[in-house]
């Protein structure tokens, strides 16, 4: 049969696109943009996780630590090299070590907004936080605030005040921000001296940015050196606690002008550990596990620990009276809140808070208060509530006919 038209035309086809040859076609292949695209956003990413992590990425290549790789590479191998004043400075220079963080890298935070009990919808009843009272005005500070600040310079009617917390040492002060040799504002150096915050006093009254121990309560460097810092009375308890005794507490808002994560406590990881320290410290005593809480009271040179485990066995709260260096305070636990606080003090008498690694290697020859004082006292209460029953007691069969 004779092909038709329409055959022929489709045997030309074929033919034309048919290789005169035995072997195989090879097609070549078009690089694939979905691919290329990724190859161009790992390499970005690289690039930005590199610089970003450039001081852990040199400090695993060198075997050395972050905080030294950051200070070699910002041109500061000590705080000799710093931008801090640090004539007179009464500490050894190796002891002084970079926190990582440069100066004002944890932002302090001066004239803060707060908000009322209604408002912080933010805290949890077992949020810890630190709290004063000055002329008859409460103010909460948030411990998960004070993570990422750790100075609070604040006021209250005439009352000048600083709010600090180390979140390294959970050590918590407040001060008169009214020193002897002029006001004071304090912002956050960047360095530590036995895992203890430095502050320096950015208030310009002196001129210079001379530094301050928060655990030594004063100045170490700069022209106002050895100059003691004024404790201020301050509690550290919990939401619920506080809220229930002073209902009309002011609270210090997340609203800081800062980008910062508020929810949860920043250190929690650091916290679980009792004994591992992020930093070097001159000395340890093992009698308690370093991370205890505890309160610290000092009169003149005599210093005593109240460990908050020495009263854990109390289920009801507890008042105590207490001595130390000739001047009286009472000591109240509450168990719902595994708090310790100081209330009627003497004048002169003096105290912080902090963990039992931190308070130690700062105040070697403390006193440790321990769990069977605790209950040698509740036994001496219990005998002088019985007595007066016992007498009444007496009386009465004695009156009976």
């Not at 705080?79 to 100066?103: C, M, Q, R, W, Y």
């Not at 004239?111 to 004063?132: H, K, N, Q, Y």
Request: proline share 6%.
């Amino acid at each position: 049969m004779e092909s038709s038209p329409q055959n022929d035309g489709l045997d030309a086809a074929q033919n034309a696109v048919t290789p005169a040859t035995d072997k195989p076609v090879v097609k070549k292949m078009r690089p694939q943009k979905p691919f290329f695209f990724a190859a161009v956003v790992g390499l970005s990413f690289a690039g930005w996780y590199a610089w970003n992590h450039k001081y852990e990425i040199q400090a695993f290549c060198l075997n050395t630590s972050v905080a030294q790789q950051e200070r070699i590479s910002r041109g500061v191998t000590g705080i000799a090299d710093s931008e801090f004043n640090t004539e007179n400075l009464i500490l050894s220079e190796s002891e002084i070590h970079s926190g990582g963080v440069p100066k004002d890298g944890i932002p302090a935070l001066t004239d803060p907004e707060f908000i009322s009990v209604a408002d912080a919808t933010f805290m949890e009843p077992g949020d810890r936080l630190a709290g004063v009272v000055f002329e008859g005005q409460a103010r909460a500070y948030p411990l998960k605030i004070m993570d990422m600040h750790e100075v609070v310079n604040d006021k209250i009617g005439k009352t000048s005040f600083a709010v600090t917390y180390c979140p390294l040492c959970d050590s918590l002060a407040v001060y008169n921000r009214k020193g002897p040799g002029g006001d004071l504002e304090f912002g956050v150096s960047g360095f530590l001296y036995n895992s203890n915050v430095l502050l320096y006093d950015r208030s310009g009254s002196s001129g210079t940015d001379g530094l301050w121990s928060q655990m030594m309560s004063q100045g170490i460097a700069g022209p106002r050196v050895k100059e003691k810092l004024g404790t201020m009375p301050v509690e550290l308890t919990t939401w619920e606690d506080w809220k229930q005794r002073y209902p009309k507490t002011q609270v210090l808002s997340t609203d800081t002008g800062h980008p910062r994560d508020y929810s949860q406590r920043a250190y929690a990881p650091y916290f679980d550990d009792e004994m591992i320290l992020m930093f070097q410290v001159a000395k340890e005593d093992h009698r308690l596990p370093n991370k205890s809480p505890l309160l610290g009271v000092w009169v003149g040179d005599k210093m005593r620990a109240y460990p908050v485990s020495a009263f854990q066995h109390l289920t009801e709260s507890q008042e105590l009276e207490q001595e130390l260096g000739g001047k009286k305070f009472t000591l109240v636990y509450n168990p719902q809140a595994n708090s310790l606080r100081v209330v009627n003090p003497d004048k002169d008498v003096r105290w912080m808070y902090s963990f039992w690694f931190a308070w130690y290697v700062f105040n070697t020859d403390t006193e440790l208060f321990s769990a069977a004082k605790v209950a040698e006292i509740s036994e001496v209460d219990k005998k002088q509530e019985l007595e007066p029953k016992q007498k009444a007691t007496t009386s009465e069969k004695t009156e009976k006919p």
